[in-house]
């Protein structure tokens, strides 16, 4: 009976202690615990709160890092300041706190002092008590074998690595046997892609433009003039029909082109029987062709090569491919008039 009372007595004086008025305005000073109960080791939130008007001047609750003599402060929170209204407001702390011992540990009241107009006066925050918890242990049990530690599972970053050094090394490998393979096969390592071939037409015009430029006859070099002439001539027969003009007499080539007519037309056969047997004259008879004679040859080449010559691209539909056809004789006579102006 006599505890109850005292009980009672010290509830009622931390009520009185952790309230007092000033001109009327009450100040107030709170501690509040998140848990009263953990277990040993855990971590709880400690919370002092200070209600005061704000022309009151004080201190803040006094905190130590040490409560109970067991009870220790891990962490403190900045002070935290809110205005109730124009008169008042209230200061807020938080702390971290963890015991490592079990028993119930009574936090005592956390002093503020206060500075009033006639004295110097102290407010005090209500007790409270933590009840730390350990964990049973059943003696009925004899001793656990001691459990092997938990092998974290692999992660991607972990497995790439391996997966990138399987993957160097198999290309090595794979690059060893193959070049292996190579040199017993007595290939190069690497093929080089070939370049794809001009068509026999874009050869032929192009030596032809480099022997124009030449100007042969012009240097008194008439026999050279008609032999270069001829071996594009007999390259392009070649290259174009697949006829072995190059090992061929002109009457030879004359006689294939007739034994095929479906080759070429009359008209572009004229050509080469007005080229041939001219070089062959200037080349084996010492004939001296004349000035005219050269420029008609250059000309019959042109024209022999131009209306010889396959078309890079098919045209789709009969109208097109009329209209192409139609095309090519203008072409090619716009060719030769520039190609006499140049001569």
Same mark, same amino acid.
């Not at 918890?133 to 459990?147: N, Q, S």
């Not at 071939?197 to 032809?208: C, D, G």
């Not at 012009?218 to 026999?223: E, L, M, R, T």
């Not at 000035?291 to 000309?299: G, K, R, V």
């Given at each position: 009976?006599? $505890?109850?009372?005292?009980?009672? *007595?010290?509830?009622?004086?931390?009520?009185?202690?952790?309230?007092?008025?000033?001109?009327?305005?009450?100040?107030?000073?709170?501690?509040? !615990?998140?848990?009263?109960?953990?277990?040993?080791?855990?971590?709880?939130?400690?919370?002092? +709160?200070?209600?005061?008007?704000?022309?009151?001047?004080?201190?803040? !609750?006094?905190?130590?890092?040490?409560?109970?003599?067991?009870? +220790? !402060?891990?962490?403190?929170?900045?002070?935290?300041?809110?205005?109730?209204?124009?008169?008042?407001?209230?200061?807020?702390?938080?702390?971290? !706190?963890?015991?490592?011992?079990?028993?119930?540990?009574?936090?005592?009241?956390?002093?503020?002092?206060?500075?009033?107009?006639?004295?110097?006066?102290?407010?005090?925050?209500?007790?409270?008590?933590?009840?730390?918890?350990?964990?049973?242990?059943?003696?009925?049990?004899?001793?656990?074998?001691?459990?092997?530690?938990?092998?974290?599972?692999?992660?991607?970053? +972990?497995?790439?690595?391996?997966?990138? @050094?399987?993957?160097?090394?198999?290309?090595?490998?794979?690059?060893?046997?193959?070049?292996?393979?190579?040199?017993?096969?007595?290939?190069?390592?690497?093929?080089?892609?070939?370049?794809?071939?001009?068509?026999?037409?874009?050869?032929?015009?192009?030596?032809?433009?480099?022997?124009?430029?030449?100007?042969?006859?012009?240097?008194?070099?008439?026999?050279?003039?008609?032999?270069?002439?001829?071996?594009?001539?007999?390259?392009?027969?070649?290259? $174009?029909?697949?006829?072995?003009?190059?090992?061929?007499?002109? @009457?030879?080539?004359?006689?294939?082109?007739?034994?095929?007519?479906?080759?070429?037309?009359?008209?572009?056969?004229?050509?080469?029987?007005?080229?041939?047997?001219?070089?062959?004259?200037?080349?084996?008879?010492?004939?001296?062709?004349?000035?005219?004679?050269?420029?008609?040859?250059?000309?019959?080449?042109? *024209?022999?090569?131009?209306?010889?010559?396959?078309?890079?691209?098919?045209?789709?539909?009969?109208?097109?491919?009329?209209?192409?056809?139609?095309?090519?004789?203008?072409?090619?006579?716009?060719?030769?008039?520039?190609? +006499?102006?140049?001569?």
């Amino acid at each position: 009976m006599k $505890r109850r009372h005292t009980a009672i *007595f010290l509830i009622l004086l931390s009520a009185i202690l952790a309230t007092v008025r000033v001109t009327g305005q009450p100040v107030k000073a709170t501690a509040l !615990i998140d848990s009263s109960r953990i277990l040993i080791g855990d971590q709880v939130n400690l919370r002092v +709160e200070l209600e005061k008007p704000s022309t009151l001047q004080s201190g803040f !609750i006094q905190v130590p890092d040490t409560l109970s003599g067991k009870i +220790e !402060i891990l962490e403190r929170s900045p002070i935290d300041t809110t205005f109730l209204d124009d008169k008042s407001i209230r200061l807020v702390q938080n702390f971290r !706190i963890t015991c490592f011992d079990s028993g119930e540990y009574r936090i005592p009241p956390l002093r503020v002092d206060l500075l009033l107009p006639d004295r110097l006066d102290s407010i005090f925050t209500n007790d409270l008590v933590l009840k730390v918890l350990t964990l049973e242990i059943d003696t009925t049990r004899g001793p656990a074998d001691i459990k092997m530690p938990y092998d974290a599972p692999l992660t991607l970053k +972990e497995v790439i690595p391996y997966i990138m @050094g399987i993957i160097l090394a198999a290309t090595l490998l794979f690059l060893i046997l193959y070049s292996v393979r190579r040199k017993k096969r007595n290939l190069p390592l690497f093929i080089k892609p070939e370049k794809p071939k001009e068509p026999p037409h874009i050869i032929a015009l192009r030596e032809l433009d480099r022997i124009k430029e030449e100007k042969l006859w012009q240097k008194d070099k008439v026999k050279a003039f008609y032999s270069e002439v001829t071996a594009v001539l007999r390259t392009y027969i070649e290259n $174009r029909f697949g006829i072995h003009a190059m090992e061929q007499t002109t @009457g030879e080539i004359i006689a294939s082109f007739n034994t095929r007519g479906d080759l070429i037309q009359e008209k572009t056969l004229g050509y080469l029987q007005q080229i041939l047997p001219t070089a062959d004259l200037v080349k084996f008879a010492k004939y001296q062709p004349l000035p005219d004679d050269h420029n008609l040859t250059l000309i019959n080449a042109y *024209f022999f090569v131009n209306e010889t010559k396959i078309e890079e691209t098919v045209n789709a539909g009969k109208a097109e491919e009329q209209e192409s056809k139609e095309q090519v004789p203008e072409t090619v006579h716009e060719r030769t008039l520039n190609q +006499e102006n140049n001569v």
